[in-house]
């Protein structure tokens, strides 16, 4: 099997198109702006310590105030009220749908309709 992976993806319950990374959630987006905002304070923090131990300097004083303790954000928890189904032209790639989600489904690869 030659696996390639699309220009595209289908979105199972529409068929609508849209690229690699286009299929964020607004929770998944705020979520990963929360986990580098995390990184660049803390980052930016050891940047300016490294900079203030370099050596004294009578006229310059670089210092950082951060507005509360720096906390990785909670993960994000997948309700389970979705099943896998698997398209009958590309079973080496299923796809979860909610449970009560009506036909026809498609293809995450190719857009073809189906039915299970």
Same mark, same amino acid.
């Given at each position: 099997?030659?696996?390639?992976?699309?220009?595209?993806?289908?979105?199972?319950?529409?068929?609508?198109?849209?690229n690699h990374d286009s299929w964020w959630t607004p929770a998944q987006l705020e979520y990963q702006q929360e986990v580098i905002s995390v990184f660049a304070q803390l980052?930016?923090?050891?940047?300016?310590?490294?900079?203030?131990?370099?050596?004294?300097?009578?006229?310059?004083?670089?210092?950082?105030?951060?507005?509360?303790?720096?906390?990785? +954000?909670?993960?994000? @928890?997948? &309700?389970?009220?979705?099943? $896998?189904?698997?398209?009958? =032209?590309? +079973?080496?790639?299923? @796809?979860? &749908?909610?449970?009560?989600? $009506?036909?026809?489904?498609? =293809?995450?690869?190719?857009?073809?309709?189906?039915?299970?």
């Amino acid at each position: 099997m030659n696996f390639v992976y699309p220009d595209i993806y289908w979105c199972p319950l529409c068929g609508a198109t849209a690229n690699h990374d286009s299929w964020w959630t607004p929770a998944q987006l705020e979520y990963q702006q929360e986990v580098i905002s995390v990184f660049a304070q803390l980052e930016l923090s050891d940047a300016i310590k490294d900079l203030n131990q370099g050596g004294s300097n009578d006229f310059i004083q670089i210092s950082v105030s951060v507005d509360g303790e720096s906390e990785m +954000p909670d993960p994000l @928890v997948e &309700v389970d009220d979705m099943e $896998a189904i698997t398209p009958p =032209c590309h +079973p080496w790639e299923p @796809v979860k &749908v909610p449970s009560d989600a $009506a036909v026809p489904f498609y =293809c995450l690869v190719c857009g073809s309709p189906f039915a299970v």
